[in-house]
């Protein structure tokens, strides 16, 4: 069985064709509809290079010259520094620096007329300032806060929710050795801290049982590092060749919110394993983490002899 799908049309000429102006326009289309598609799929959208926004003054800013990826995959790049006046805003006022990409077929706005081509339809790079994002596609460059008295003091410009475009990774495995710390504090339902893994070079084991022959197991939390740029957690894998009781462990995403101002956590899979040897694989539903402030980490308890060998975490990108 084969099935097609038809995703493009490629213009094909031959010699002695009558070429209309709507064949020049397919032949453009395709190039600008695949040379954005590249731009977005291999590096994603955001600052390329350059586009620093630098404080001049209490009202005045600069746009340094640069080069952005927008949205839609359009290529933008301003060639000189500009600088903008922001006195227009209000006290204590946010206001978003952005860039974007604009095409006019009126000749309105062109410095130099007279090197414009009547069959050509001019681009512009587009510095935008307003206290609310205005279009789709802008490139946002850094926020300017405002103090009381409508300045930008020296601290004023934020870069925490500008977007960098780069190298746009395929969804891949992120594999790790169970390498976890102790805990410090007495987990819900138990009198008394459980004891700590035993790390080797390849497998975490816990410790063998005390004299009186009671195994309590061993407990433990380890840092999952995410790769730049992932948005998704896929999947999760957890495998090991001991397991005398029972290992019950969390998925946790934490990390900050910027917005609020304060730490974030919340629960992806919190399960229980038995039996040995095991490898679990688990599909995660709340799959988002945020690109820039959010963390992974593991808690995980074993109630009697354990070893882990593998962690390892599925993750995606956009």
């Known amino acids: 069985m084969k099935k097609k799908q038809q995703i493009e049309n490629r213009p094909n000429y031959k010699n ?12 453009q289309s395709y190039h600008i ?31 340094q010259p640069g080069y952005a990826i927008d949205h839609s995959g359009q290529e933008i790049f301003l060639e000189s520094a500009e600088e903008i006046d922001l006195s227009e805003f209000g006290p204590n006022d946010i206001v978003n620096v952005s860039l974007m990409f604009q095409e006019d077929e009126s000749t309105e706005g062109v410095i130099n007329k007279s090197v414009i081509n009547t069959n050509s339809i001019p681009g512009f790079a587009v ?21 009381s008295q409508k300045k930008a003091a020296v601290d004023a410009i934020d870069y925490s ?19 976890p710390i102790a805990l410090v504090n007495i987990p819900v339902g138990e009198d008394e801290i459980p004891p700590a893994f035993r790390v080797g070079a390849t497998e975490a084991l816990s410790p063998k049982p005390e004299k009186d022959g009671k ?38 995403c934490g990390g900050w919110d910027p917005g609020k101002n304060e730490h974030v956590s919340r629960e992806l899979i919190k399960e229980t394993i038995t039996g040995a040897p095991f490898m679990k694989t688990y599909v995660i539903g709340d799959t988002y983490i945020d690109p820039e402030y959010s963390t992974l980490s593991l808690w995980l308890r074993s109630t009697q002899r354990a070893a882990i060998s593998l962690i390892a975490a599925e993750v995606g990108y956009y």
């Open 16 to 27: 002695g064709q009558l070429l209309l102006d709507k064949d020049f326009l397919a032949e």
């Open 33 to 63: 509809n695949a040379r954005r598609r590249h731009n977005l799929k291999l590096h994603g959208s955001g600052v390329v290079r350059g586009l620093e926004v630098v404080r001049r003054s209490d009202t005045l800013i600069t746009v």
């Open 127 to 147: 510095i935008l300032t307003a206290t609310a994002k205005e279009y789709p596609t802008e490139v946002l460059l850094a926020r300017v806060k405002l103090d």
């Open 161 to 179: 929710d500008t977007q960098y475009a780069g190298t746009m990774l395929a969804p891949g495995w992120v594999r790790m050795s169970y390498r």
């Open 215 to 252: 195994d309590k197991g061993a407990a433990g939390t380890m840092a999952i590092t995410l790769p730049p740029s992932v948005t998704k957690i896929l999947r999760f894998r957890i495998a090991g060749s001991i397991n005398e009781g029972n290992i019950a462990f969390s998925l946790l």
